[in-house]
DNA sequence: GGCAAGCGTCTTGCATACAAGCTTGTTAGA
DNA sequence: TCTAACAAGCTTGTATGCAAGACGCTTGCC
């Protein structure tokens, strides 16, 4: 949440991604080129790069002459992101050979800010540092390239796991993260990679699948159509 | 190379990428704004939002007011580009249940094209299907996030051999496909998987390492200058 | 001859203007 | 009353203009 090294110049991009992160943006959401201009007080031009960037990193999506949206991944997309997510960390913890010290030491101070935020009432916060620690935890294990990619996956995930409505306690996720930090502190590299699997797949299975091909799906629940009436089954 | 379908548009940004998967477009080339723009005809917005998206997906990067520049990337970025690949590569072919006769079909057809690439004096497609191999095969096998990742990858990798001057044959990576191909036909994924990783580490195991923190290497080798004279390890 | 300051040219950074298309509200007609 | 065509407003798509900075050359000085 700290981007105030050496006078960062606060990137648009990364203030949205910060606010999927934290889930103060949801999927679906639309981000208008001219209203976000107004807010940041620039031009649509910067505007438009960052959001530019953004769709290339799979976060959000631009329908033509209509807009731009907060992506809303379907439940097939979701079980990918898993997958993927499950892929680069089971990596680099089977693959690393030592674990320096001093990364121990970083990742538990970690989990004692994700312990803080829990304990607080920054649901926000919370959601960010449960999703960074994987960020952390890989970049610190030296592999720059995957974190990256896993840092779009994590907004990814955030947005899958309120758009399917997780039911995993942060207070488990945060227990989980403990262990594995645990049985890297002492080199069983093996058992924490298994547990990491364990632990992300804990994630996914508290997930609700719902009817994803039906773009109408939370209006219609909203309004208590059934789905017997016309307009099932539009064409997506 | 064909993205002919339904009149497609041709993007800007395609084009760079396939021009450096095919090695017509190497590491460390400048890539002007107006000099694109005027060779695609269109004006410079167009070609900077290219160049922002390639940005975003680690293909080039931009020196503020100097220009925008393929990435160089160094030896540690190559070794982690390589791990991101194996992991990818090696965790859908662990984890897919079955693959459907359709999408070895599919493979084995690719792996004709690149044999005939290779008899063939088309170095670029040569060089262009050689990667997309690992693509169409991780994008067949069924996670759609992890081909897109792969894509990016394989442009760097590309990038990697031309500037570690792999020693890597064509032939034989064709081989080593086919043998992925031939395991994965028989349901013995987990050979397919070892396979796999085998035929990357070749690949990296065949890249020549350089002195890749000075930036003036290839002047100094051409130059015949050793490097014990002044300009020694200047800062990246 | 060597060095440094100054200037010109070329590049990107950013903002703005206008064109094109979608959405929605209105109105006319059956 | 319902349908369909039309029009207005708002959104993105694209081009252009100007400002700011970097590089390379020239010029002047020591």
Partial sequence: MDHSVLSAPPAIDRIIIDA???GRISAGTRLGEQSLATLFATSRTSVREALIRLEARGIVHISPRRGWFVIEPSWEEAQEAFQARCAIEMDILRTVATVPS?????LRDHIRQERAAIAGDDVGLRSYLLGDFHVCMVEALGNRILADILRDLTARTVLISALYQSTHDATESCNEHQQIVDDLAAGDLDRAAALMVAHIGNVEAGLTK????????DLRQALRIEPTRAGTNPPR
């Fill in 210 to 217: 719902r009817i994803d091909t039906d773009p109408l799906f």
């Fill in 20 to 22: 999927i992160l934290a």
């Fill in 102 to 106: 001093a990364t121990i030491a970083a």
